[in-house]
């Protein structure tokens, strides 16, 4: 047996390694072609160290596409869109798992048709609605469409299901009411859940392409995705400046997903399995 543990051993960590290789080495490419010009990214051979141009593509950034103001954009509304979707999906996840009412099944079925349906079935009708409130070009655009998030109410469910129900019960006949109760004491227990929703919506919102780019019209408005399209010519790229873009994109994303990775497991992993 101790010969076919040490195979497996071998084995399963090589996979590790050939994983960890797949998805770090795209990376590192990004930020090395950050540092260079387009004809040298894709001179032959393809350069695999770090050049000189990275404070002239980040110039470059700065002068066509307001790179600081499209960052600080991209921060202002994924902290905002994660606060408030998080408020919604919390709440709407504790209602359909711990209150009983009727057609509760029902609704949460349709909630999750939401999770089937493509997002570009309703792009036309939600641009309409936009346009008709007058919100064209402007953060609540962006944020308030996608406040009520499917996959984000249903792994809130999911882990307030978990929470028991004499815990509820007691602190009702302790005199609690019931906005207090959501805060006191189904709450606290759902750090890790929270965490995992946090780093879901925040992604979510700063990698968002489509949406931004049909509401956003100005560009000092724009998201980094939509920035960083709007680079792309007719006739010529500059792909350094694209790639020094996308690099620093990468690191909000980073820093989130560091500050919360000790909760991430455990908050998708909550409600997986019930006693």
């Excluded at 309409?128 to 402007?138: F, P, S, V």
């Excluded at 929470?163 to 509820?168: G, T, V």
């Excluded at 007719?234 to 990775?261: C, H, K, N, R, W």
Aim: proline letters at 6%; charged letters at 10%; one cysteine or more.
């Amino acid at each position: 047996m101790k010969p076919r543990s040490r195979t497996a051993g071998i084995l399963l960590t090589s996979s590790f390694a050939i994983v960890l290789a797949a998805v770090l080495i795209p990376f590192y490419w990004v930020v090395v072609a950050s540092t260079h010009t387009a004809k040298e990214i894709f001179g032959s051979p393809p350069a695999l160290l770090p050049g000189g141009h990275l404070l002239a593509n980040l110039s470059t950034l700065q002068t066509d596409a307001q790179f600081g103001r499209v960052v600080a954009n991209s921060l202002l509304i994924a902290v905002i869109y994660t606060v408030c979707a998080g408020v919604v999906c919390t709440l709407a996840g504790y209602g359909f798992a711990k209150y009983r009412f009727r057609g509760r099944d029902p609704l949460f079925g349709l909630l999750m048709l939401g999770l089937v349906i493509p997002t570009q079935v309703t792009l036309i009708p939600l641009f309409q609605l936009m346009a008709e409130l007058e919100w064209l070009n402007t953060y609540q655009a962006v944020i308030m469409p996608n406040l009520a998030l499917p996959l984000g109410i249903f792994l809130m469910r999911q882990s307030m299901a978990v929470l028991p129900d004499e815990f509820l019960d007691s602190g009702r006949m302790d005199g609690c009411g019931e906005f207090r109760l959501f805060l006191k004491v189904a709450l606290p227990p759902m750090k890790p859940s929270l965490a995992a929703l946090a780093i879901f919506l925040f992604l979510y919102q700063w990698n968002d392409f489509i949406w931004p780019l049909i509401v956003l019209r100005d560009g000092a408005s724009f998201t980094i995705p939509v920035a960083l399209a709007s680079l792309q010519g007719v006739e010529s790229t500059d792909y350094g400046a694209i790639l020094a873009g996308t690099a620093v994109a990468a690191i909000p994303m980073a820093v989130v997903f560091l500050l919360l990775q000790r909760h991430f497991v455990s908050g998708l992993l909550a409600g997986a399995v019930k006693e």
